[in-house]
């Protein structure tokens, strides 16, 4: 702390237009490094072993990370960061404009790495980043949960009336709510014990000839109904419903979902996702595509309406029979 004040007495006795970097600062932000006359800001590396002076105005923040992903990597382990849309134009943008300078990406105010803009990496990186800082699993993971509880945060301010207080999470592709075919695919079918598809690419589904059929959203809860798809009963059409839950600390999301094969029952069940950047080789380049993984499920049965908490690293089954107790199921 006395270093921090004497640095900056110092630069305020020169009138430099320099700032300091603080503990609250934004999570992750993209900084360009400050060129002499520019208004900087001084950031240490993780590790605290050298000082880069970074332009005080970030050109990616939080609002710019559509998901984010840990991968092991020999020994240790990446994060890799997906772009929004809008952040990779964004980053393009930059990229076009300061080709002959570097950039560095700051996480909780210390520096954890910096590049430059060279031509042959628009194709790659425009989309995403992969932060090399040689972190342990447990480390990985855990800036994973932070960022992706953040990207949920920035969800609910975003679009509350849309999909309720806490946001669409990941079941939002351009700014709509995900089909809820798209979401059918990751559990099995009835009356399958197991699901065939255990990973979905978001934007071919949503995009599919398959589930072009129209849905219905009422509040969080998304619905559509499909005789070729779910099958008709004496009822008439069957029908999936899902609702968007949350979010864990771990960044493992959770979502509730129902569905009748057209007959009286209805069939209960919690999915656990991750959302993923994931490299694809197309054609003669690669690019990123946003996957969402499954991760676990958790059936509930035959028209149940027991209440689902999230806490932490847990979701609490509220059991409707008087005297039962909660099921809690920890997901690490």
């Excluded at 990941?170 to 255990?198: I, N, Q, S, T």
């Excluded at 080789?281 to 969402?292: A, C």
Aim: net charge neutral.
């Amino acid at each position: 702390m006395k270093r921090v004040a004497l640095r900056s007495l110092l630069a305020l006795c020169l009138g430099a237009w320099t700032s300091y970097a603080l503990a609250a600062t934004p999570l992750v932000e993209y900084r360009l490094e400050a060129l002499p006359g520019e208004a900087s800001a001084v950031f240490q590396w993780s590790d605290g072993s050298v000082e880069r002076r970074l332009r005080t105005e970030a050109f990616l923040t939080i609002a710019d990370i559509e998901s984010a992903m840990a991968v092991a990597s020999g020994d240790a382990h990446v994060v890799k960061l997906a772009h929004t849309a809008a952040g990779a134009q964004r980053y393009l943008a930059v990229a076009n404009r300061d080709r002959n300078r570097s950039y560095c990406v700051v996480l909780d105010a210390a520096v954890v790495q910096c590049s430059g803009f060279p031509p042959e990496q628009q194709g790659v990186y425009i989309e995403g980043e992969t932060l090399h800082g040689e972190f342990t699993a447990t480390r990985a993971k855990a800036l994973v949960g932070r960022l992706e509880a953040a990207i949920a945060e920035r969800g609910k301010r975003r679009d509350p009336a849309a999909a309720g207080p806490i946001g669409r999470g990941p079941f939002e592709v351009g700014g709509k709510a995900l089909h809820p075919g798209c979401v059918r695919e990751l559990l099995p079918g009835l009356p399958d014990a197991r699901a065939v598809v255990a990973a979905l690419d978001l934007e071919g589904c949503q995009e599919s000839e398959r589930y072009s059929e129209p849905y219905e959203e009422n509040g969080r809860r998304v619905r559509f109904a499909s005789k070729a798809v779910l099958g008709e009963g004496h009822n008439g059409a069957g029908w999936f419903e899902y609702q968007y839950l949350g979010v864990l600390t771990n960044g493992m999301h959770v979502v509730r979902t129902w569905e009748s094969g057209g007959g009286s029952g209805v069939f209960c069940a919690l999915l656990f996702v991750r959302r993923e950047a994931d490299p694809f080789y197309d054609q003669d380049h690669v690019r990123q595509r946003t996957v969402l993984r499954a991760v676990g499920q958790h059936g509930l049965g035959d028209r149940q309406g027991e209440q689902v908490k999230l806490q932490g690293n847990e979701v609490i089954v509220l059991a409707t029979t008087p005297g039962a107790k909660p099921v809690t199921l920890r997901l690490e």
